[in-house]
């Protein structure tokens, strides 16, 4: 039995108190290591809980009551283990259970049940839902881990279920958003709980008869070649990718394949893609949100198909900068955007925008024109 302090109090520690204490604070991860109190990750920061640390007995002793025969061996002979375990509040977290240092660490990540709306994440509305309202094209969210590229193609689906009747899939590793059937209905496929791999995943995708499709990270030739099949056979489809703006979204894809094969993925880029969103998570000045998105988008036009076709990626810039009316916005804009609402300060749009420069000449620009300092 583990036994620790809470409030006062001394309780009988489990993962069910631990996972619960995670959802009452709104944490999207729980972590539990030898010698530290458990910890959990709040608005992307690490924060202890106040409980003492637990042994690495302790730990193997919460996380086993959870685990079947199954799993216990593939820990034990593996060191590592994936599961999905629910409250009784129907609150869901994908397990993790591995071994460092010959030590038991888990790490809990909460499956939100709230799909916020685009208003509410303060992302670019207009652009979004037009996005969302195609039936065929490839759409991909960029970014590093952490920047809510995950959150994003959730609320889209979330927009297409709540508008459109049709069949939505998702491969996930691991599902970090539940879809509850509302206009449309939602397949969930877990990769480690409802299907081996990613591989076999994609392999039987199509055969699923989906509309609207979620492959997770484009992470190699084939997930890249499935997302776009999918795109060009009639289907709309999400992906993500780590790229830090579209041009280099598109060099991270050509990477996959040897020179001579580029120019033919240059033509199914150009034909499939519906667009490309970046973003960066920006330290909020508002009361409702510890953070909001700085978002650079590419809408894919006739300009944009060509300069793909062409392998002229570096005039993307420039298009992007002048598509205001095709919806697309660049990343100085957007902070100089963010900055004027007082969403964000001054020293956040430094401190986060790509091209610092280019951004204090945007405020500053700003600036002149509403009169607040003079030429």
Request: with cysteine.
């Amino acid at each position: 039995m583990v036994e620790a302090d809470i409030g006062g109090k001394t309780v009988q520690l489990t993962m069910e108190r631990l996972c619960g204490m995670a959802t009452q604070y709104k944490a999207s991860d729980l972590h539990l290591k030898d010698g530290m109190p458990p910890t959990l990750r709040i608005d992307g920061n690490v924060k202890a809980t106040s409980i003492r640390p637990l042994t690495d007995e302790e730990i193997r002793e919460l996380v086993v009551v959870i685990m079947d025969e199954r799993l216990r061996t593939e820990y034990e002979s593996g060191g590592n283990v994936d599961f999905a375990y629910s409250l009784p509040s129907g609150d869901r977290f994908r397990v993790n259970v591995f071994r460092q240092r010959g030590r038991t660490s888990v790490a809990a990540r909460r499956v939100i049940r709230h799909i916020p709306a685009f208003e509410e994440l303060h992302l670019p509305s207009e652009t979004l839902t037009k996005l969302c309202l195609l039936h065929q094209g490839l759409i991909i969210l960029c970014g590093q881990s952490g920047c809510g590229k995950s959150t994003s193609i959730a609320s889209c689906l979330d927009y297409i279920n709540r508008n459109r009747a049709c069949h939505i899939v998702t491969i996930e590793d691991p599902i970090e958003f539940l879809h509850e059937d509302k206009k449309a209905f939602v397949s969930q496929r877990e990769v480690g709980t409802d299907v081996t791999s990613m591989e076999r995943a994609l392999k039987y995708l199509m055969r699923e008869d989906p509309d609207v499709v979620l492959i997770g990270e484009m992470r190699d030739r084939d997930t890249f070649e499935a997302a776009i099949q999918a795109a060009e056979t009639g289907h709309l489809v999400f992906a993500t990718l780590h790229a830090s703006s579209p041009a280099s979204a598109i060099g991270r894809i050509l990477d996959l394949y040897p020179d001579d094969m580029q120019n033919a993925v240059r033509q199914n880029i150009a034909f499939n893609l519906a667009g490309i969103v970046c973003q960066i998570l920006v330290p909020s000045s508002l009361e409702d949100a510890k953070r909001v998105p700085a978002v650079e988008m590419l809408v894919a036009t006739g300009m944009v198909r060509k300069l793909i076709r062409d392998a002229e990626d570096e005039k993307i810039d420039d298009v992007i900068r002048g598509g205001r009316v095709e919806g697309m916005i660049d990343f100085t804009s957007c902070f100089a955007e963010l900055v004027g609402k007082g969403w964000i300060t001054h020293q956040a749009a430094y401190e986060y925008a790509p091209n610092q420069d280019a951004v204090r000449m945007s405020l500053k620009g700003i600036a002149i024109k509403q009169g607040i300092i003079g030429t």
